[in-house]
């Protein structure tokens, strides 16, 4: 009798848009198609590794209903990056309970980048946690992490549907989920309501309070303008309709971000691709869980019986 082909899931980059992952699995579970391997960066990183460890959809879901988002965004001293990892760090800890790669019930790999030598590393051995953290710390707005004395960033920068670490594991059936959004579709929100984005308009008076405070220390901010740095006056800024200088770097950097997932994938060629419908879906826009995961069920049952055939259910 013939085995059935290995099947591997390739988990890309999208901040709050990865939420849709825990629809897809649910999908994949309800079917009973069997994961054999799963290939993450950034966000895919961490719903990727959780799955990994023997958390099912429906425990992954209340994980993101439980978790305190607020507290675990810590400003950092803004030399390397906005926010500090300690507190991330410390609750993927109790998420994973001391799990390394070894351990878990899948196995996986995460994409980063060491940001000195600008490449790729792939982590599939050794310190769970602290691998999981440098997938997902997005430069700029995270800290690196340190793993062995070298620093390591969001492996989406170089590959945001890492398809080609299953390839190079020769997975014969691999399954990408592409959280991109095709460009003609892109709509930048031309203001934040505070109201809607309770974890952005939170982080952003903590880091005005904190480099108001750092900037006095540094003897850099006059007294004559700290009203600049009012946190209020911070989050009404970010409310308000953007001018035209962010909104031409917004859409540069998604156009950057969409061609180069484009481009990998034609490359790498999976077997499937998911692609969830998230248009009205920012990448902060972690309120929207039921959304996301509604939108990830819907993008996966499209593809079921494709899977199924090629995966000999």
Same mark, same amino acid.
């Given at each position: =009798? ?71 965004? *810590? ?13 991330? %760090? ?30 790729? @590393? ?9 691998? @999981?953290?440098?997938? =997902? ?6 800290? /690196? ?8 960033? &969001?492996?989406?920068?170089?590959? /945001? ?31 934040? &309501?505070?109201? &809607?984005? /309770? ?42 309709? /953007? ?23 034609? *490359? ?8 969830? &419908? ?22 996966? %049952? ?12």
């Amino acid at each position: =009798m013939k085995s059935k082909p290995k099947v591997g899931l390739a988990l890309g980059g999208g901040a709050a848009r990865g939420l849709s992952y825990i629809g897809i699995l649910k999908v994949l579970e309800k079917h009973k198609i069997p994961i054999d391997y799963i290939a993450g960066t950034s966000i895919g990183a961490v719903v990727g590794a959780l799955y990994a460890a023997g958390y099912s959809s429906k425990e992954l879901e209340q994980i993101v209903k439980d978790t305190k988002w607020k507290e675990l965004l *810590e400003v950092s001293d803004f030399q390397l990056g906005l926010i500090q990892q300690s507190k991330i %760090q410390d609750y993927l800890k109790e998420l994973f309970k001391g799990k390394k790669f070894e351990d878990l019930r899948i196995p996986l790999a995460v994409t980063t980048i060491d940001i000195k030598a600008g490449r790729e @590393v792939v982590f599939d051995s050794g310190n769970l946690v602290k691998a @999981v953290n440098a997938s =997902m710390s997005i430069p700029g707005l995270f800290t /690196p992490v340190e793993i062995n004395n070298r620093n390591y960033l &969001d492996g989406g920068i170089i590959d /945001p549907v890492p398809v080609g670490v299953l390839n190079r594991k020769k997975i014969p059936v691999t399954i990408a989920v592409d959280l991109s959004i095709p460009i003609e579709r892109y709509k930048f929100s031309s203001a934040v &309501d505070p109201k &809607d984005h /309770p974890l952005f308009t939170s982080f952003i008076e903590k880091t005005a309070i904190k480099l108001k405070k750092h900037l006095k220390v540094k003897k850099i901010l006059p007294t004559t303008i700290s009203w600049a740095f009012n946190p209020k006056k911070i989050v009404e800024y970010f409310s308000t309709p /953007p001018s035209e200088i962010f909104r031409i770097s917004a859409k540069s950097f998604h156009i950057l971000t969409s061609e180069l997932s484009k481009s990998k994938l034609r *490359e790498h060629k999976p077997s499937v691709i998911i692609r969830p &419908d998230l248009d009205d879906v920012g990448l902060f826009d972690f309120h929207k869980l039921k959304k996301c995961i509604k939108k990830g069920e819907l993008a996966a %049952q499209r593809h079921i019986g494709e899977i199924e055939k090629l995966a000999k259910i």
